[in-house]
């Protein structure tokens, strides 16, 4: 399976994207997820390369509520009233499984990682090689994310370039 070559650093980043995603009331790990988890958990590459070009975990989650929001609202649902008839309903955290399904681009992101890993010749898959899974999905919720953020994609990568270096693999 693809998590044995996780290290501890990037399942930290995948536990907390399921966090995030149960937080939020999320049905599934969406690419968006694991782009907070990645903001929440990391400790390397990805998470410097995020917070150098001025994303944060607060921002990125506000505007994956607001997203998140939107979309519902473009059906007639109002989010926030909707959480509030739901009441603790509505927290996934005490869901009878305690399990959440990835969706299928966060899946996609996962398998992508492996890639990444593999393209830069390194033996791990680290938070680095998560981000850039998601990045590669150009109509992900994650890209949308960044780009309301006013972060292109290619902003990010081409910071993590420069930070790659000084890391030891």
Do not use: Y
Request: charged letters at 30%.
């Amino acid at each position: 399976m693809i998590f044995n070559r996780f290290t501890r650093s990037a399942r930290r980043c995948v536990e907390s994207a399921v966090e995030e995603a149960r937080a939020l009331g999320h049905d599934s790990v969406g690419d968006e997820d694991l782009l907070l988890g990645v903001l929440e958990a990391d400790d390397g590459v990805a998470a410097e390369a995020l917070a150098s070009v001025g994303i944060s975990l607060e921002d990125a989650r506000e505007e994956d509520v607001r997203l998140f929001a939107g979309a519902l609202a473009s059906v007639g649902v109002s989010f926030e009233e909707a959480r509030r008839q739901a009441g603790e309903a509505f927290d996934l955290r005490s869901s009878a499984s305690g399990r959440l399904p990835f969706s299928p681009r966060a899946k996609e992101a996962l398998e992508q990682s492996l890639q990444e890993a593999l393209r830069l010749r390194h033996k791990e898959i680290t938070g680095e090689h998560i981000l850039l899974g998601v990045l590669r999905n150009e109509h992900g919720t994650a890209v949308k994310i960044l780009a309301n953020l006013d972060v292109p994609v290619e902003a990010v990568e081409k910071r993590m370039d420069q930070l790659r270096p000084r890391t030891s693999w």
